[in-house]
């Protein structure tokens, strides 16, 4: 029996292989241009996956991507991001100012502004909502992104003002400043403060006024900043501890909790919000289309609690509004009649499926069961085939990969040696080899941000690379270039386990080898272990990193050097570095601006604390029928320009255009 | 016999209750946390989310908090999805989990049972080799390779089925996951039955019967399969108890919002209180259908009393 059964499976096996051929053959035979049936819906919808289900239905709650994307249908923002660059648009506010110092943005909404279910839409909603975005009960994860606003992370972190019972005076931040900071602080604020009571008596001595619209609460924002200290007992005597100033000013004083009135955003009338920042942040703009930003329906919150973002308890603001919401399975939204422009919405509904399966949505989009996917969706092994395809988008995304190098352990602490190291590498070859990507010689991801001026850095160049190490004493007795000198074992390169990560690593590894005759050990740290070495600077030599920016601006790269903690990771700080960021963000002319943070960039590079090697591409498929949506670098789409074109010579062949917004 | 059934529902409460310590252990023991990921958190909002969540008191508070909710058989609220509980989840994916399962079970029954049966009565001839060659094709080929296998012929080369998505039932989705996940199913069933018919139609009682000139119909339905099943039935509890509660290649090849797509991510997203709200009703429904195999048993075997 035995025998014949093996005969019956290797018929059977036969079989199967045979349909399998069968089965590729006839989806070659189809239309190749793009990856399966090209058959628009039969109505006016857009069927999308959307990746991982929504953690939430509440914008301020999740932070993820794939909830963004759903928010961006039901909630409408101050701005909106462009559809073709991500850089902000107005949505609810019609425009917008800012003052001399970008410190105070004041914008203006359209008139008649509708919650779905027809109430109306004010300034206060947004006030309502920035404060409940950084209550620290609702603890929303991205809250951080909001710390721009003044006195938003104090009360974001339950930390407190400190006043004097008797005179009811706040003790001033840059009362208890040590010598240095008070230096550092005056190069940050170049505007003097200006005294309350002169302020009372003359209100036009207000920044950026318009003085028709001023308030106590405007006052308030500009006088000098209040000292805030940590809620925490044992963490405020730390801080005492090393500043005598802070530890008299402490004495004998209240503590008063930073409360929600207190952070920076006002209504001074029904149709204008006013928020002022503790920094100089031009880029602040383009922060508020994300999705912490978006008013929430207060009414619809406080009468279900966390039950207001079912179906039937949501109220919403954006072109659409919500219909179903089938977890694992399905949201509908539709049409928005309340919506300030209605009339010019393409899609009566949009079907956001939520699969993180590669397979499965490749299987849906090639079925011709859904229009469009989200980003990094296309599985590596499929993308000789598809790469080629008409309907596959690829395009420069804000993300980039990098080595960091510890500067502070030799040899690294010498420029030439990690010049050296960069020049080494071929990355058009990476880049060629890692498939989904563009190569990246300087700091800022290629294509990204129109009009910011392309910084070089340094190309592919081995010879220049030894001869470089041979300057910085790596040579014989000749004056050549010799590898047995240099101290291999000081260096390593520590990355976190994964295929990718591993495989770059590969990489640049053979490349070192083969351009500087130094094989460098690579080393793989578990993740949480990774980011703490990292962190510290205990690493030797090179540490992966990548960065995805946070909003559709040039800073949210190079910030990563403003300060010496956080995510910088390579020891390498400078002040002047620091004081050029400053320049550039009080500077009001975002041509000029952008040309001062291409040379900060290009004075980060000269330092060469990092190893540019990647910028991320985007990775996803859409029908040519879906116009109106562009792989832009977030891959955020703003839905109401979505529209199905039935005309086939009118569809997208390739990569839409999207040289202008 | 009300005694056994009562002493089996006793037994499974500290069962229950041990399965979720010993899960809770572990949720603590990997690394991570429901909301870390790829850029740090600044620590004054991960405070904020420790205090939401409670996750700044002591373990032997969380222990206490988590095992008078489990004996109230209420597990909680989602870490990952806000303000959902974790009873709405079951209620809500039970049903799409449970439906698949016992129509693949349904399948696999009727179609394992035939072939099993027919095997059994014409052994080594040609339907007993295609019948158990195909079903050692069933058993060796993972779901994970008939589902896109079958997705591949039917929803992308016929374009017949639509390739994944629940949509109720009944609809034209629920055939292709149905059928990947009664393969395996169907071909034990099939195998266990013809090994089950083959040791009780060469038995005596079978042999009787015959002499007895009973109809041959007679002798299979009523004398024979009574007692071939009994393999199968002790195999049901398990199986069923395992479909029902989700199954987690199936429901992610084919996107489907059941309990087993659900668990994976739990564990990935280290959702504890979901995690242990689906391995507690997992466990339960183990037991309870152990239990019932059991009670089955004394009725097909009068030879069995508790």
Known sequence: ?661 | MLRFIMRRILVTIPMVLIVVTLTWGLIRLAPGNFYSGEKKLPPAVEKNLREKYGLNQPWYVQYYRLMRNVVQLDFGTSLKYEGQSVNSILVRTVPVSAILGLLAYLLALTVGLIAGVLAALKQNSKIDYASMALAMLGISLPSFVLGPLLVLIFSLTLYWLPPARWNGFPSWNLLLPVLTLSAIYMAYIARLTRSGMLEVLRSDYIRTARAKGLKELDVILRHALRGGLLPVVSFTGPALALLVTGTVVVERIFALPGLGNYFINANLNRDEPLIIGIVAFTSIVILLFNLLVDIAYAYIDPRIRY
């Open chain 1, 1 to 661: 029996m035995d025998l014949h059964a093996s005969r019956w499976v290797q018929i059977a096996c036969v079989l199967l292989t045979l349909a399998l051929v069968a089965a590729s053959c006839t989806t070659r035979a189809n239309d190749s241009q793009f990856f399966g049936l090209v058959k628009p819906p039969a109505e006016n919808v857009l069927r999308y996956i959307s990746g991982d289900e929504p953690e939430s239905l509440d914008p301020q709650v999740s932070s993820g991507q794939p909830e963004a994307r759903i928010y961006m249908a039901i909630f409408a923002g101050l701005v909106e991001y462009g559809p073709k660059t991500d850089a902000p648009i107005p949505e609810l506010a019609e425009h917008w100012e800012v003052n001399n110092d970008n410190t105070e943005f004041t914008f203006h909404l359209r008139p008649n502004l509708h919650w779905s279910n027809g109430d109306p839409l004010t300034a206060q909603d947004f006030v309502y909502s920035f404060r409940r975005a950084l209550s620290p009960a609702l603890a929303s994860r991205s809250a951080y992104l909001a710390y721009y606003i003044k006195y938003a992370e104090g009360y974001n972190s339950g930390a407190m003002f400190v006043r004097d019972p008797q005179s009811g005076a706040f003790v001033l931040a840059r009362d208890v400043e040590l010598e240095a900071q008070t230096k550092a602080a005056e190069t940050q604020s170049p505007s003097a403060p200006v005294d309350q009571k002169q302020l009372a008596e003359h209100p036009e001595l207000a920044k950026g006024e318009t003085t028709e619209l001023d308030t106590p609460f405007h006052h308030f924002m500009h006088e000098p900043d209040r000292l805030v200290v940590s809620g925490d007992e044992a963490e405020r005597a730390k801080a005492a501890a090393t500043n005598p100033k802070l530890k008299a000013a402490l004495a004998g004083k209240e503590l008063v909790p930073v409360k929600a009135e207190d952070i920076g955003v006002e209504a001074p009338d029904e149709q204008t919000v006013r928020i002022s920042l503790a920094q100089p942040a031009p880029f602040f703009v383009g922060l508020l289309a994300h999705q912490l930003f978006r008013p929430v329906p207060r009414q619809a919150i406080e009468r279900f609690g966390a039950a207001w973002t079912q179906p039937q308890n949501m109220i919403c603001s954006g072109a659409f509004k919500l219909e179903q919401w089938k977890p694992y399975n399905v949201i509908v939204v539709g049409r928005n009649p309340q919506y300030w422009d209605a009339s010019n919405v393409n899609l009566d509904k949009i079907y956001f499926y939520p699969t993180n399966e590669a397979t499965t949505m490749m299987n849906m989009y090639k079925a011709g069961e859904v229009d469009a996917t989200y980003n990094h969706t296309v599985p590596p092994a499929w993308l000789d085939r598809i790469r080629p395809l008409k309907d596959y988008m690829n395009a420069p995304e804000m993300a980039t990969e990098y080595y960091q190098i510890n500067i502070t352990k030799p040899p690294m602490n010498d420029v030439r040696v990690r010049k050296a190291f960069n020049m080494a590498i071929d990355k058009q070859a990476l880049s060629d080899f890692r498939k989904v990507t563009k190569p990246l010689y300087a700091f800022m991801p290629e294509g990204i941000f129109p009009g910011y001026a392309k910084v070089p850095g340094d190309g592919f160049d081995p010879a220049k690379a030894r001869k470089l190490l041979a300057e910085a004493g790596y040579r014989d007795a000749s004056g050549n270039y010799d590898p047995t000198k240099f101290p291999i074992n000081q260096v390593e390169l520590s990355y976190n386990p994964s295929e990718s990560n591993r495989a770059v690593a590969e990489f640049v590894q053979a490349q070192w080898k083969q351009n500087l005759k130094l094989t460098v050990p690579l080393k793989a740290i578990e993740w949480k272990t990774f980011l703490d070495t990292r962190s510290r600077l205990e690493y030797k030599g090179f540490s992966r990193a990548g960065w995805i920016g946070d909003y559709a601006d040039p800073f949210t790269f190079l910030a990563l050097f403003y300060t010496p903690k956080g995510d910088n990771g390579t020891g390498w700080w400078d002040p002047k570095y620091v004081k050029m960021l400053d320049d550039a963000n009080h500077q009001l002319d975002p041509q000029k601006r952008y040309a001062l943070l291409a040379q900060a960039e290009s004075y980060m590079l000269d330092a060469q604390p990092v190893i540019p090697l990647l910028t991320n591409a985007t990775n996803l498929m859409k029908k040519p029928y879906v116009k109106g949506m562009y792989p832009n670098p977030q891959t955020l789409h703003a839905w109401k320009f979505v529209y199905i074109e039935r005309d086939p010579a009118k569809w997208d062949y390739g990569v839409p255009d999207m040289s202008a917004e």
